[in-house]
């Protein structure tokens, strides 16, 4: 090859590489709970009720592929992240089935993986049922490879029969024996191909007790739950035991009283082993029935573990976890506040008022379909903190480029049983321009009903803004 078409070639592969490195996008730094997280696709991160495992120093987060209209088996989302703050959708991991335990018209929930230690098969339990949660059952699932495509096997048999019973978990111990837990304190060894149920460890230990979940730490098992209020946030509660025969002993709730383990429920705890520290995961879904797809959040907070006191002491917004050390750390959000007063930057339509609540909060707040207000900014990132409150509704978030086309559009929510304020909306992070955030009341709010009828949700469509922060 002669010099100069040399000397072109290197030209042209150092503007591909100089481009390729100007369009490459930061990644998030945190986790942030309580927000709409984005795959790297730019869609919602659906994953609820979720489980996670780590394969080959990659974390594997299987969850609920929520819709935002039916509480009907969607399938179940798979998806991947080195960091835990940044995720790659696999696939779907278990389609709705064309008949049976998984068909259509049946719920599918909170499924977990385990890996097989004896046949290095990937196994997925989970709760199936029918719309009515009249039809409880353990089912499970397999695959060869941890992100392929699970194929549905059935009920998991104990003594040859189904195991009837609806909210459950699983735990693998450090021996390699797995477990199934389910509501109402009930914790099941497995066979060794993980297939079948050998034996009933702990029977009906307590009442209620849903979204079961165990972990240990040294020689102390850990086994929380939640009360049983539907899609509404409890105070979570938990058991400990240096047998998981027992006896257990029960604690209190693990975050504040009334906190409602700040609305959440707990789906999973993840062990994050590196080499100077353990940090315990908590994993808990803030539920947003009926929205879930869009409008469901995770909240994801560093548990504190001393001997046998478990505690979530304050919500952490966002913060980071290493990976390689298992070390944890707080993080300020830090860039540009815009207080809901300036009417420069936020432009209101409608009627957005301070309304005479018994709170401290001095949100900007309207519950008037379709009232709304924007902020145009220069940045890579604009966040939303609103005041959620027991009237609080929907809101329909819009990013719009300088041209005014619609690049991300969200929905989120604004209600809670006692007042708070927090973030409710992150962008993803966009390439440096001119933005425009446009935030619209949908005049909707949730309501739903336990199993006893008891009903629980929203009871006004009042959407706030308290703060915005651009980045
Ligand atoms: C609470 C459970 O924990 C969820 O998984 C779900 O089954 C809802 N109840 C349904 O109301």
């Known amino acids: 090859m002669n010099k100069q078409i040399k000397s072109i070639l290197l030209l042209f592969f150092l503007v591909i590489y100089t481009i390729g490195i100007a369009q490459k996008k930061e990644k998030l730094n945190a986790i942030y709970s309580g927000i709409p997280w984005h795959d790297d696709k730019g869609n919602t991160v659906s994953a609820h009720g979720a489980g996670i495992i780590k394969d080959n120093n990659r974390y594997y987060l299987f969850g609920e592929y929520k819709s935002d209209s039916t509480i009907d088996f969607t399938g179940f989302s798979c998806y991947s992240s080195s960091d835990l703050y940044n995720w790659k959708f696999e696939k779907i991991a278990l389609p709705v089935q064309e008949s049976g335990k998984l068909g259509l018209n049946r719920i599918g929930e909170r499924p977990k993986v385990m890996k097989c230690p004896k046949t290095g098969e990937y196994i997925m339990y989970m709760h199936t049922d029918d719309l009515k949660y009249k039809d409880q059952c353990v089912g499970y699932a397999t ?203 936020i432009k209101y339509s409608d009627n957005w008022k301070k309304e005479p609540t018994k709170d401290s909060f001095t949100d900007n707040s309207s519950d008037a379909k379709g009232a709304s207000f924007s902020v145009n900014f220069n940045g890579t990132q604009i966040g939303l903190y609103s005041v959620a409150r027991p009237n609080g509704g929907y809101a329909q978030v819009e990013i719009q480029d300088a041209g005014g086309k619609t690049i991300q559009s969200n929905l989120i929510e604004m209600y809670c049983k006692y007042p708070e304020s927090s973030l409710k909306y992150l962008s993803p992070i966009l390439n440096k321009g001119n933005y425009k955030l446009i935030v619209t009341v949908t005049g909707e709010h949730g309501n739903w009903y336990k199993k006893d009828g008891t009903g629980f949700g929203s009871t006004g469509n009042f959407v706030s803004v308290d703060r915005i922060i651009v980045k």
């Not at 460890?201 to 849903?210: A, F, S």
């Not at 739950?225 to 539907?230: A, K, V, Y």
């Not at 025969?245 to 700040?262: C, Q, R, V, Y």
């Not at 979530?312 to 290493?322: A, R, S, T, V």
């Open 143 to 345: 695959s060869k490879t941890i992100n392929g495509v699970y194929t549905f096997q059935g009920a998991l048999l104990f003594n040859g029969q189904p195991i009837k019973k609806w909210d459950m978990g699983t735990f693998q111990d450090t021996d390699g024996s797995g477990y199934v837990i389910t509501h109402s304190g009930n914790l099941y060894k497995l066979s060794d191909d993980y297939k079948s149920v050998t034996e009933q460890i702990v029977k009906d230990m307590t009442k209620h007790c849903e979204a079961p979940v165990i972990f240990k730490k040294d020689n102390t098992y850990f086994w929380l739950g939640s009360g049983l209020t539907s899609w509404e946030r409890n105070d979570n509660y938990y058991f400990t035991a240096t047998s998981l025969k027992g006896p257990w002993i029960s604690h209190e709730n693990f975050a504040p009283k009334d906190s409602l383990t700040w609305n959440s429920q707990s789906t999973f705890a993840l062990p994050i082993v590196g080499s100077k520290d353990t940090t315990y995961l908590f994993g808990g879904d803030r539920w947003a029935f009926p929205h879930q797809k869009s409008a469901a959040t995770y909240v994801w907070q560093p548990l504190i573990v001393k001997d046998d006191v478990l505690s979530l002491p304050d919500y952490k917004e966002n913060w980071q976890i290493n990976t390689i050390t298992g070390e944890w750390s707080n993080l300020t959000l830090k860039g540009t506040i815009i207080q809901n007063s300036d009417t420069k930057n």
